[in-house]
């Protein structure tokens, strides 16, 4: 079965410090897509990123970067130079590949709290 | 990107009533919509996912005769809560694909039900 967890339920830092949010996932397939979502207090979902299974190569977006380690099963999430508007919840989610468009599992999500 | 569009975005309905939340992509036909639920501080629970013109396939625990899927064209699905409850208070999300972009999905930003 497939399974995202993640361990943090909230996060609270000092402006311009680096975080790291945590994900652990489970799965059977070899195929899989991994994603991260920044959840703000509108409600809106905003699409932050998405790694296929085979691919383990570090990504860099901005103060946003990405670890996705197979062997440990994870994929975390470092804000560098935190700012207030990064303030919000963080989902890892977890895609199977298929013929057809997948539904994508959530995890509990991790509220992150930037203070001035 | 792709935009879905929901409406209402908020709506309070009395108890017994029957409210409806549409789903609707804008610039892409979507062959597939997920319709998932949010309880205050939690996570997106996937509640079925539906393709055009098919019928709608409900996660466990979802009870299909109060929460009534209809995906009757390329951009539109509705969601009916039928005789709703104050526990059917949460926040819907809806989400979209499309054929030719399976890993792409789009997320609406939400519609609140009250229910008192």
């Known amino acids: 079965a497939q399974k995202v967890t993640q361990a943090q339920t909230e996060i609270s830092v000092v402006e311009k410090e680096d975080v790291t949010l945590d994900c652990v996932y489970e799965t059977r397939d070899t195929t899989y897509y991994l994603f991260w979502y920044k959840q703000p207090p509108s409600g809106e979902l905003v699409f932050l990123i998405r790694?296929?299974?085979?691919?383990?190569q570090n990504e860099i977006s901005g103060r946003y970067s990405w670890n996705f380690q197979k062997s440990t099963s994870s994929f975390n999430f470092t804000i560098t130079a935190s700012q207030v508007v990064d303030s919000a919840v963080y989902f890892c989610?977890?895609?199977?590949?298929?013929?057809?468009?997948?539904?994508?599992?959530f995890g509990s999500g991790t509220r992150l709290s930037i203070r001035p | 990107g792709a935009v879905v569009s929901q409406h209402p975005s908020r709506v309070i309905c009395k108890s017994g009533t029957s409210v409806k939340i549409e789903c609707r992509s804008l610039?892409?036909?979507?062959?597939?919509m997920f319709w998932y639920r949010q309880f205050p501080k939690k996570s997106l629970m996937l509640m079925a996912t539906s393709n055009e013109g098919s019928k709608a396939t409900y996660e466990q625990g979802v009870e299909k005769d109060k929460f009534l899927i209809n995906h009757a064209s390329l951009t539109l699905s509705t969601l009916t809560v039928t005789s709703a409850h104050p526990e059917d208070s949460s926040f819907y999300i809806c989400?979209?694909?499309?054929?030719?972009?399976?890993?792409?999905?789009?997320f609406g930003p939400g519609t609140r039900l009250t229910v008192t």
């Open positions: 989400s979209a694909s499309s054929r030719q972009a399976l890993l792409e999905q789009y």
């Open positions: 989610a977890l895609s199977e590949a298929g013929s057809s468009a997948s539904k994508i599992i």
């Open positions: 610039d892409f036909q979507a062959t597939t």
């Open positions: 790694r296929n299974s085979f691919d383990e």
